[in-house]
């Protein structure tokens, strides 16, 4: 995708020395662009190369994953079957109640493991889909962006599973009541749909929550906010933080508290990197 040239201008000359250099450095003398000219119609077939090699991408990794659908499930319930043998000391069991379940449970393991993987690949259609319109210098500014957005995505993640999802499911499995205390027995019979579910919205939770530094940090680098701003309503940011923790996680305080306090600490990071990028306003 190509850019039009900026139109030349005539601007005429100041008696001021001070502003002939600041006009000077406003016109980009060593930031090519590629201005090769094409038409709409080449645009669009870019387009669909670019779409078909992401959803060819997507759809090898779909039958990938589906394949080891099982081994995919299996670690994303490990950290609960770890807890219940040390619990109980025995091997438990995740159910399915309807005879379809069990099926579209491993399709959806499939198609999340899809997206993780082939994340790379769909980012790297759009770079090269958006990246010959910038200027070099736009491109050194935004690389750094789709680098850091699966990286922090990663992070997230394993935050979850390895953090957060052992202490939450010791918190609920606390409520568990093996001898009934005199009455009937109170033991968990997890579905495996329901878990999964769980696990998902948790990890997609944590991974898109710590995409705030990149974007706060891309905010910050085009004007739209400022570290001044963000430190001004810094308390309003940390109630909200626990707002949205609240509402995208389940309803205890183990994972609201673990989703928050990454955010605080990730907000507190972009207000140093926005201070980074940000413009810096020319004295006098």
Known sequence: MSRLPPTPHHTPSSTNPRDNAVASQDVPTDDPINDKAMPLLDHLIELRTR?????????????????????????????LADILVTKTGQNRRLIFTALYEAFFTYLKVAFFGAAFVSFP?????????????????????????L???????????????????PAAWTFFLSFESP??????????????????????????????AFQLPVLLTLLAKVGIISSRG???????????????????????????TGLAVPLILLYEISIFTAGLVETKPVDG
């Open 51 to 79: 779409l078909l090699w992401s959803m060819g991408a997507f759809l090898i990794c779909f039958i990938v994953c589906y394949y080891f659908s099982r081994g995919i499930y299996s670690f994303l319930a490990q950290p």
């Open 121 to 145: 690949v769909v980012a790297s259609q759009v770079w090269l889909f958006v990246a010959p319109g910038l200027y070099r210098s736009e491109k050194k500014a935004f690389l750094p962006f």
């Open 147 to 165: 680098v850091a957005t699966p990286v922090l995505f990663l992070a997230g993640a394993a935050l979850a599973y390895y953090f957060v999802f």
């Open 179 to 208: 001898d009934g205390g005199g009455g009937l027995p109170v033991q968990l019979e997890a579905k495996v749909s329901e878990y999964l579910g769980l696990v998902m919205r948790l990890i997609f939770a944590f991974g898109l």
């Open 230 to 256: 963000l430190k001004k309503y810094r308390r309003y940011a940390y109630v909200g933080m626990f707002i949205v923790a609240a509402v995208i996680t389940p309803p205890d305080v183990i994972t609201q």
